[in-house]
């Protein structure tokens, strides 16, 4: 007993010293971490020189994950460009961008900690645009709003879907799809790019002003409102793309579609949901330690950076697989309000811009042997006699 009494009283004491010690070191790092510490963004050198060994390390890291990037998307472009249909060729290249301007955003993020404002702008604003640019892959792959429309008859778009969930009128739509309801899907998706260009734009101006202090949610720093202004309208684009795709997926099969739509969402969970959980959860609640002179907000970018550009290289693997398999044929169907010589609209059918009679005429027209030319005869007659006289008048 005496024994077990001796060697547990060592066991304490060691301890109780070194949870002084972590106490120490706890109450060190919060003396160090001071105002000045927390607003310092350091330069590249003054960044790399506080990491050390390590910084060059993740430098070299990401530059490798970079070219791979860029590589893999010259590779899906250049394959696009040549084998891809004319209808949805420059729309894919398009899409395509999210993954190689997100990287540069996140590369140069890594590198210069004071423009990671303008970068995280930037990365926001071309993600938006290529949501819209998807959005319009999509209606290319049904030949046009026309062919959708008649493809998806007698169907309800869902709205009652995530995120917005017919919020705010809580009264969704239950007509089936038309025209009408496409525009809105359209509109509700463009919304987003355009007034996330008009915040950039404020927010710029007033953090030159002083007035704003990216990070900081408090209700006399105006990065508060912004935040909310784009994170409501980036829920009401999300809603009508979600709404767009989900209508969508049974009838793309064959394009692949699923595939593409998830490598599209996770840049878009990877750019949004991490940012927001470090941001607004990990950062305030003292998760994110603080290194001085790194600033936890430095070391939640560096964080962020880093994930984001290893994220997109993944994505763009499997993008680059499903963009370069073989789709059906794409044709475009627009009506075009033509009129004819009386005056009246004859209702023609474009179809990939190129003029095609209605189809009637073309059904009269394909019919073989004399009945099927006896029809067309019957049908053109009548314009052939009005010509003729004419003509003889003249």
């Known amino acids: 007993m005496a024994e077990a009494t001796s060697t547990q009283e060592p066991i304490s004491t060691t301890l109780g010293a070194a949870a002084g010690t972590a106490a120490i070191v706890v109450n060190t790092t919060n003396d160090l971490c001071t105002p000045e ?5 350091p330069s590249v050198v003054e960044f790399l020189n506080a990491l050390g060994v390590w910084g060059w390390v993740m430098l070299c890291l990401a530059t490798i994950a970079f070219v791979i990037l860029v590589v893999l998307f010259t590779d899906t472009v250049i394959h696009v460009v040549r084998y891809t249909q004319v209808p949805v060729k420059e729309t894919t290249a398009i899409v395509l961008t999210v993954y190689p301007v ?8 890594l590198m210069f900690q004071k423009a990671n404002i303008f970068l995280d702008a930037a990365a926001q604003l071309w993600f ?21 429309v008649d493809k998806m008859q007698g169907t309800v778009l869902p709205w009652k879907g995530p995120p917005c969930c017919c919020f705010p009128c809580c009264v969704c739509p239950k007509s089936v799809v ?15 790019p355009w007034l996330q260009l008009v915040l950039s734009i404020i927010m710029l101006t007033l953090w030159l002003e002083g007035w704003y202090t990216h990070g900081k949610l408090e209700p006399t720093n105006t990065y508060l409102y912004i935040v909310i202004l784009s994170v409501v309208s980036f829920l009401f684009g999300l809603w009508a793309f979600i709404v767009g795709f989900k209508a969508s997926l049974p009838q ?26 470090v941001n607004v959860i990990l950062v305030p609640s003292g998760a994110i330690p603080c290194l001085p002179p790194i600033s936890p907000r430095v070391f939640a970018n560096t964080i962020l950076n880093s994930l984001l550009l290893g994220q997109l290289v993944v994505l763009m693997v499997v993008a680059r697989h499903y963009y370069k398999l073989p789709i059906p044929k794409v044709t475009i169907y627009r ?4 009129k004819d010589m009386n005056g009246q609209s004859s209702g023609m059918l474009m179809v990939n811009g190129t003029p095609k009679l209605p189809r009637f005429q ?28 004419s003509v003889d008048k003249q």
């Not at 997100?102 to 993020?109: D, E, F, I, P």
């Not at 959005?135 to 792959?141: G, I, M, P």
């Not at 394009?255 to 927001?276: E, G, M, S």
């Open 37 to 41: 510490v927390l607003e310092f963004e």
């Open 102 to 109: 997100l990287g540069l955003c996140s590369y140069l993020g």
């Open 128 to 148: 938006a645009f290529c949501m819209y640019q998807f959005l319009t892959l999509t209606l290319k792959y049904f030949g046009g709003e026309s062919s959708f």
């Open 178 to 192: 038309n025209k009408r309801q496409i525009r809105v899907v359209k509109i509700l998706v463009m919304q987003h």
């Open 252 to 277: 793309l099969q064959e394009f692949h579609y699923t595939p593409k739509i998830i490598a599209f969402q996770l840049c878009l969970v990877f750019l949004r949901l991490q940012a927001l959980i």
């Open 335 to 338: 009506q075009q309000d033509t």
């Open 362 to 389: 073309s059904e009269m027209g394909s019919r073989e042997g004399p009945e099927g030319r006896g029809l067309l005869e019957d049908f053109t007659q009548p314009e052939i006699t009005v010509l003729k006289s």
